[in-house]
């Protein structure tokens, strides 16, 4: 897991999609602490 605080890059998304799921990262918006979760576990 990824825990954004500021900016990420594109070539870093692609590294994330890549590993995980192909073309799309799952992620998570938390608005209370203003943090983006990515590549969470896919629950199935």
Do not use: N, W
């Amino acid at each position: 897991m990824y825990i954004v605080h500021d900016k990420i890059s594109l070539a870093e998304l692609r590294v994330m999609s890549e590993k995980m799921f192909g073309k799309m990262v799952k992620g998570v918006i938390d608005i209370e602490l203003e943090i983006i979760k990515l590549v969470a576990q896919l629950v199935q």
